[in-house]
């Protein structure tokens, strides 16, 4: 498991396919009003195939991308990559970073270097991180994925080798959203000797599910969560359910097409985020073209939909019977607009939960929407556990 020093590129003649893609759309016909009622609006949709083709500066992209290490390294016949942003402070405690779908790591491109060089950024340079954020299997650079099987439990398993048995950790932190929050759920829970702690931006223990929760889990301020989790249910319902069933057959389409692999992650970063229906105004058209491209040119859509299925269609078994279920110390930030939420009381129970923040602002894609207010929530969560 020797890792090798990695460029982060598309093939040429993967963006010469997605232009010559572009160009010879075939366009569906609009019935009636051509808004986000009946999904993603065509008159918008051109307007982006158009800045996709004229304004889009990958080659800018991958620059901002390379002033980062990065690396691969194949973990028993699963590649990984990872980007490393290295501190400046010696002591600084290893941080792993992981995403979700449909995000990228680069989605945590702007609380990378506020984390590994505060001093940079205005910070306190003991508040350093040792960075690293890697591709989900299957996902963007840790690509192709041949291997069946890899859920949320193998993905904490290979984040465990990755660390340890390569990089040379015996500790490491952690922290996630979406995806990448129930991973790092799954380490507080199976590998927590290996966690200094463990930060979720999404609330979630293995084992609750919270559509079961008596009414009297929520305390009186948190009517609004409940609320947010009833709003949010039909936006994340039809992606769930096709992925967990179908995402072989889902795949063809969206591997054929990049226009239905953008729109299909774009509604969702629109439905999801805390951007009052107005996407533009919470991520750039640069960010939307780049993650589209991330999993088009790479071919990774089909591998990150088998994720879906993996994880869902079977159970998720407990490795041990201990409370807290989650051993780690545990922070949670609740970003308001988020699609899932959970009471702090059930929290407080199934895990040793040290920090529980209130976002005034941001929805599913906290990294990327609101940056500055993470890198300050894990710095002060992490703080008294170096």
């Known amino acids: ?22 160009t010879r759309t075939r366009w569906p016909d609009v019935i009636g009003e051509d808004t986000w009622r009946y999904g993603v609006p065509q008159d918008w949709l051109r307007s982006m195939v158009e800045y996709w083709l004229d304004e889009w ?38 941080l792993v970073l992981t995403h979700g779908w449909p995000w990228t790591f680069w989605d945590f491109r702007d ?26 299997p ?17 993905v904490a398993e290979l984040w465990v080798t990755l660390m340890t048995d390569v990089l040379g950790f015996d500790r490491f932190a952690a922290h996630g959203g979406d ?11 199976a590998h927590a000797r290996h966690l200094i702690g463990a930060h979720l931006a999404m609330a979630f223990v293995p084992g609750v599910d919270r559509s079961s929760l ?11 969560m409940v609320r947010r989790n009833r709003e949010a249910q039909p936006l994340i319902r039809s992606h769930v359910t096709a992925h967990t069933l179908d995402p072989q057959t889902l795949a063809y389409g969206l591997s054929d097409s990049q226009i239905a692999t953008a729109d299909w992650f774009w509604e969702r970063r629109r439905n999801w985020a805390d951007c009052d229906g107005d996407i533009e105004s919470v991520f750039t058209r640069e960010h939307l073209c780049t993650t589209a491209a991330l999993y088009w040119c790479t071919g990774a859509i ?63 894609f906290g990294a990327a929407e609101q940056p500055e207010l993470l890198v300050d929530d894990l710095r002060a969560f992490f703080r008294p556990l170096r």
């Open 1 to 22: 498991m020797e890792p090798q020093t990695f460029v982060p590129a598309l093939a040429d003649d993967s963006l010469t396919e997605l232009r010559h893609r572009l």
């Open 57 to 94: 500066d990958w080659p800018a992209e991958a620059e901002r991308m390379g002033r980062w290490r990065h690396h691969r390294v194949d973990v028993d016949g699963v590649p990984i990559h990872w980007l490393h942003a290295p501190a400046a402070h010696p002591d600084a405690p290893p």
């Open 111 to 136: 609380v990378i270097g506020p984390l590994s060089r505060p001093e940079e950024h205005g910070g306190d340079p003991a508040d350093a991180f040792d960075v690293y954020v890697p591709s989900l």
């Open 138 to 154: 299957g996902f963007g650079f840790s690509t192709p994925l041949t291997t069946a099987g890899v859920d949320v439990a193998r």
């Open 179 to 189: 995806w990448g929050a129930l991973v790092t759920a799954q380490l507080s829970h």
């Open 214 to 224: 008596p009414d009297d889990a929520w305390a009186d301020d948190e009517d609004w």
């Open 302 to 364: 089909t591998s990150s939909l088998r994720l879906y299925h993996e994880q869902f269609s079977g159970s998720w078994d407990l490795v041990h019977d201990r409370s807290p279920r989650l051993e780690a110390p545990t922070g949670v930030a609740v970003f308001p607009r988020d699609v899932v939420h959970l009471p702090r009381s059930v929290l407080q129970q199934h895990a040793d939960l040290r920090r529980h923040t209130l976002m005034p602002a941001g929805g599913h």
